[in-house]
């Protein structure tokens, strides 16, 4: 029924989370067409290749471009459905949400709708965005009616945020389940029967303002509580415990479930979606913001550290392991490893930055050098060899088996506690 009712789908945004809906609803019989603006990522894809590190996702875009169900284009293309899976950074000034790229996705779509067509705004956004949305587009298309003021719509449109898990995208999104908030109740329901021929997971209606909320909400919920174990291991630092020690004893209680001290928060998630809620309610969010300022304080805790033991020693080499935000992924978005080794340069430190799964330094690493210590791209081994210091940054399956011996006689800073 929800086959026939949706034979084609455009997918906006070929990123971490939009290449992989593209895939998935290919394989399940849509013919899909993946949008995004940059060329070369369109060109990868219609090779049948893709430019993200996820487990198994090469094989399913592979597969979907070979059976014919699945390419990839840089402007959008009439569909019977659209999800907008694009970017919603926040402004590093002030940390406001930056809707620039949802705007223009939904621009973008203006020439092409046709009254039946539906739109799904997955990308995270402020509450309100689903809604700025319909309003744009009625201003860019006076023919059709959209449903932030009419009932019975020409246009459907819902929010249904993606909540998948980098490292197991491909798994999470068929069998987690979707929070679908509609415009309109009729809008959820025809999001729920097209997300029902990829998702095992139940869809859960609701209004698009909660369904925005509830997936501000999923991630503040966790900048919180990393948070509290960031704090716990700041205080273990000054009282000389192990704070892996004392968060794996507490929560043998059976009401307590502490998460793990780490380097910092990263990502494009957790480190900017609660800044959406404090957007909207910035004088009753004092934990949430509080949450943001212990985890971003994080990595320079860490990196005083490292210089207090650094500038014990003469000229110290620093090998730094692992850049991306975390374990074994290619993002290096927000990754507080990044803030840590641009604290060890400026303070003068030659670092060797070890990161198995890209090819060259980000940009912000690339231009530290004149004046200051330099960071260097290189292998594990060569890093091993050469540091006087060596900071695990992050826990990358290559990194838990380094063998203990090789770390002898060289000062050790475990930031995930996996070497203890
Ligand atoms: N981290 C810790 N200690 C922990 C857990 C995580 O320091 O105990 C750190 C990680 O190292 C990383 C950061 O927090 O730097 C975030 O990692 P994560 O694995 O908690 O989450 P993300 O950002 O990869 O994905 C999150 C997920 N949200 C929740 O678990 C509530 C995912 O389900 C969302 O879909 C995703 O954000 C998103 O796209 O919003």
New binding site residues.
């Given amino acids: 029924m929800a086959k026939q009712e949706f034979k084609t789908l455009a997918v906006i945004g070929l990123g ?2 939009g290449l992989p809906t593209a895939a998935i609803f290919a394989n399940r019989g849509l013919n899909v067409v993946g949008i995004d603006t940059n060329a070369d990522v369109v060109d990868m894809i219609n090779r049948g290749q893709v430019h993200i590190v996820e487990p198994d996702l090469d094989k399913i875009v592979q597969d979907a471009v070979s059976n014919g169900s699945l390419r990839a284009a840089t402007e959008p293309q009439t569909a019977d459905a659209f999800i907008i899976a694009v970017p919603t950074p926040f402004t590093d000034e002030d940390h406001k949400p930056d809707l620039g790229y949802l705007m223009a996705a939904a621009e973008s779509l203006g020439p092409v709708l046709k009254a039946g067509d539906l739109i799904v705004v997955e990308s ?1 956004v402020p509450v309100g965005a689903t809604e700025a949305v319909s309003v744009r587009l009625a201003e860019l298309c006076p023919e059709l009616s959209f449903p932030h003021d009419n009932e019975v719509p020409d246009i459907h449109i819902a929010h249904s ?7 197991r995208v491909i798994a ?1 999104l068929t069998k ?1 389940d979707r929070v679908i908030g509609g415009l309109t109740p009729a809008c959820g329901e025809r999001t729920a029967a097209l997300y029902a021929i990829a998702v095992e997971g139940q869809c859960l209606l609701t209004t698009a303002a909660t369904a925005e909320l509830v ?1 501000l909400a ?2 503040a ?3 919180v ?2 948070a509290f ?2 704090e716990l291991s700041v205080i273990s630092d000054k009282l000389g415990i192990d704070p892996w020690e004392a968060v794996r004893l507490a929560n043998h209680h059976p009401r307590v479930n502490i ?13 900017v ?1 609660p800044w959406f809620i404090v957007d909207s309610a910035p004088d009753d969010s004092g934990l949430i913001q509080a949450a943001r300022q212990v ?1 971003d304080a994080k990595p320079h805790h860490l990196s005083g550290q490292i210089l207090s033991a650094a500038a014990e020693m003469a000229s110290p080499v620093i090998a730094c392991l692992g850049l991306a ?3 074994d ?1 290619d993002d290096l978005r ?3 490893a990044i803030t840590v080794i641009q604290d060890l340069s400026q303070g003068g430190h030659k670092v060797l930055a070890v990161e198995p799964h890209i090819n060259a330094l980000p940009h912000e690493l690339d231009d530290l050098d004149g004046g200051i210590g330099g960071v260097t791209l290189t292998s594990l081994d060569d890093a091993l060899n050469g540091a006087d210091i060596v900071v695990l940054l ?1 826990d990358h399956k290559a990194f838990k088996e380094v063998d203990q011996d090789r770390l002898a006689g060289k000062t050790v800073f475990d930031a995930r506690g996996i070497w203890r």
């Fill in positions: 971490y989370v995270t945020p993606e909540r998948v898990l980098p490292g999470e987690n997936k999923e991630n919920y966790r900048d509580n990393i174990a960031n998460l793990q001290p780490g380097p910092g928060v990263g990502g494009h998630c957790i480190a979606d985890n935000y975390k374990a992924i927000q990754s507080p992050v």
